[in-house]
């Protein structure tokens, strides 16, 4: 057998993959005992009450199931997910209400949100425009409203002048300026990311971080858990700290019964001195900068900033970083002055969503839908899933009626052959709506953009999908009027041209394959 068979079968993914499944083994296995422990005893011991004592027990469990359905119907949560939790109350009875009990909710543990609520608390200094409400309608005219109710639900997320942009189109340029910048750190570095793994892109990092961290700068990396599975080792974080390097895990997988694990840390961000700062969609692997090819040519993008702007990323990750260390630190030290920076232009807004209620509203999905709410000319977008719920179809589908170019890009190799599948169900009803799709035909694009009348754009971490839109930590950043937007725009047209255009008779799918993806859209909402 190949070694890196052996490794795969013995690697930490696989072994957390059997833990779940014991686990939910165990815990159904535990009910059914139970049920028939109490039918076993009713049997034993009060035979002739027994059909008593039954009929009270599918009456009780029959009011469970009511009262379940009726909660789910009722409750605050997206519409999409209802339905596939009211099927499976109904369908498996009492051990439908027991799995909707345990999994249905996707919030943070009470103990993270009051530490979250905290946290937002001591970052109101850190909140404060350096300009009016009134310089922002008239700086960004009618995308102004789209500004402002990002700040709104998110008082973190504030729109900046003084801030120059640079869009980077390839994972390889994005390690270009990195290390450069990464080499003028004179105080501090932060780094959180969803995945990290040892290699061309890593190792020059780490190398510079270990350097840094000895010459006397501060040098913290978070990565998440559970993305890393099978990246990096389960105490990988150890060797990090080892080297100089304040590293810790966000969200360290538990074996518990529990959906807590879908709230993951999904963020891409660099910030070096409080000056500089880097996100968009690259994680820190060699795919992400063609060093190797699972999936083809690999497309990715960042956006870097430097100037008033990178606060935004600066307490996002600080906030972050203390919520997973349930840590109060002073945040002064890490904002400092800046003065007037070169090729500044337009409003640059980072902001920040996450899972309900930490975030009031799901802010990933508001910003894109009022982009193509508020297009008159055209819409682009860029995203390696287009797994999207009803409120943002309907986005998609009445700009294109209503005469917007509405073009999206996904990938024409997929990473992940289920999730593919469900992207391309969607091209029928979009394509005949008016919609283009294009594949990009040299391999994977990983980009999560968006750009409005060519004047108003995104670039960040939130892709087009129920996890992003609900369950994760995300970061986006929205540009208006900058370098950056226009350099978005040069991308988006060779982005085009390198991508195939799809038909309504690419998008016809077997018999099989339509009711398969209608099955797998159904329960998508709860995974």
Known sequence: MKKGTMKKIFSRFTLVGLTIVILFLLYFASSLLLVWGVNALIVHFWEEAEPYVSFVYSVLSGIAVVISVLHAANRDMVPETKIPWIL????????GVAIYATFSSHRPSRRSRKFFRGLHARSAPYEVRAFSREAVHEGMGRWASTSEALHTVNPSAVAWQNTATEYLPLGERFLERLLEDLERAEKFIFLEYFIIERGAMLDPILEVLERKAKAGVEVRLMYDDVGCMGKVAAGYYKKLRARGIKC???????????????????RKITVIDGKIGYTGGLNLADEYINATHPFGHWKDVAVRLEGDAVRNLTLMFLQMYDLQTRTIEEFSPYFPEIGTVEGASGF?????????????RHLGEDVYVNLLNGARHSVYIMTPYLIIDYRMRE?????????????????HIPDKKIVF???RSNYMALIKSGVKIYEYTPGFIHAKCFLADGEIGVVGTINCDYRSFLYHFEDGVLLYGTKATTQLAEDFEETFAASALQTEEDAKRSVVFRWIAELAKLFAPLF
Do not use: E, M, S
């Open 88 to 95: 499976c109350i109904v369908a498996l009875n009492i051990f």
């Open 248 to 266: 810790v895990k966000f969200n360290p997988f538990v074996p518990v019964v529990t959906n807590v694990h879908n709230n993951r840390d999904h």
């Open 348 to 360: 640059v807004q980072p902001y920040g969503d996450g899972p309900y209620p930490l975030y009031g």
């Open 395 to 411: 986005a998609i589908v009445l700009a294109a009626q209503r005469g917007v170019d509405v073009r999206i890009i996904t990938p």
């Open 421 to 423: 599948g469900l992207t």
